[in-house]
T-cell receptor, first 108, second 112 residues
Framework: AQRVTQPEKLLSVFKGAPVELKCNYS??????LFWYVQYSRQRLQLLLR??SRESIKGFTADLNKGETSFHLKKPFAQEEDSAMYYC??????????FGGGTRLMVKP | DTAVSQTPKYLVTQMGNDKSIKCEQN?????MYWYKQDSKKFLKIMFS???????INETVPNRFSPKSPDKAHLNLHINSLELGDSAVYFC???????????FGPGTRLTVT
C-alpha cells in the first residue's frame, strides 16, 4: 500500500533561514511525487512535481529513491512562504495520496 | 473565470439529514475528484471519476456517493449525516494523462 509521511506538523523558521520540509513515501511502483501548497484562505495548488525538476518560488525538491524521500527545500525563507504544504504521491489510478501536511511559519 | 467551483461554501446541518455539495469545472478536464480534509488538516481522497470509471477509496462509507450529470460536474451526496462527517470537502479536476490536479475552494460541512 502506498503511504506518504510528513513527520513535522509545524515548522517555524525566521525570515532568511533555510527551510526543509520532509517527505517520505512508500510505494511499490515507480512514484510520481508532488508538492502542493495551501496559502491562507486560498485553494490548494500545485507547487512543483519531481518529474519537471524545476524551481518554483525558490523551492526545489529532489526525489531520492534510495531513501524514499522527496524533501522540499528553499535556501532563504520569505514571510509569504507561510502556508500549509502537502507532499503527494500519484498512483497508477491517477489518485493522489497526500501526506498529513506541514504548516510552515516564517517569522519576521 | 473560476476554474473549479463548489457550492455551497459553508453547510451547517443536523445529524441524520441528507445533503449535497456541487462541483463544477470549466477547464474541459476529463477526471474529477472529491477529497476530505479533517480537523487536523489531513487530506484524503474519496473518489476519482471520469466518463469511464468511478474509483472509490475503500474507506469511504457508502453513505457518500458521487453523481456526475455531465463531464463538467461531479456532485457529492451524503446520506444520514454523522458528526464525524464534519470536515472541509474539496473537489478537484485534471486532464486525462496529466497528474496536475486543480482544486476548488472547499466546502466546510458542519454536522450538529
Amino acid at each position: 500500500a502506498q503511504r506518504v509521511t510528513q513527520p513535522e506538523k509545524l515548522l517555524s523558521v525566521f525570515k532568511g533561514a533555510p527551510v526543509e520540509l520532509k517527505c517520505n513515501y512508500s510505494y511499490s511502483g515507480s512514484p510520481e511525487l508532488f508538492w502542493y501548497v495551501q496559502y491562507s484562505r486560498q485553494r490548494l495548488q500545485l507547487l512543483l512535481r519531481h518529474i519537471s525538476r524545476e524551481s518554483i518560488k525558490g523551492f526545489t525538491a529532489d526525489l531520492n529513491k534510495g531513501e524514499t524521500s522527496f524533501h522540499l527545500k528553499k535556501p532563504f525563507a520569505q514571510e509569504e512562504d507561510s502556508a500549509m504544504y502537502y507532499c503527494a504521491l500519484n498512483n497508477a489510478g491517477n489518485m493522489l495520496t497526500f501526506g498529513g501536511g506541514t504548516r510552515l511559519m516564517v517569522k519576521p | 473565470d473560476t476554474a473549479v467551483s463548489q457550492t455551497p461554501k459553508y453547510l451547517v446541518t443536523q445529524m441524520g439529514n441528507d445533503k449535497s455539495i456541487k462541483c463544477e469545472q470549466n477547464l474541459g478536464h476529463d477526471t474529477m475528484y472529491w477529497y476530505k480534509q479533517d480537523s487536523k488538516k489531513f487530506l484524503k481522497i474519496m473518489f476519482s471519476y471520469n466518463n469511464k470509471e468511478l474509483i472509490i477509496n475503500e474507506t469511504v462509507p457508502n453513505r457518500f456517493s458521487p453523481k456526475s450529470p455531465d463531464k463538467a460536474h461531479l456532485n457529492l451526496h451524503i446520506n444520514s449525516l454523522e458528526l464525524g462527517d464534519s470536515a472541509v470537502y474539496f473537489c478537484a479536476s485534471s486532464r486525462q494523462g496529466s497528474y496536475e490536479q486543480y482544486f476548488g475552494p472547499g466546502t466546510r460541512l458542519t454536522v450538529t
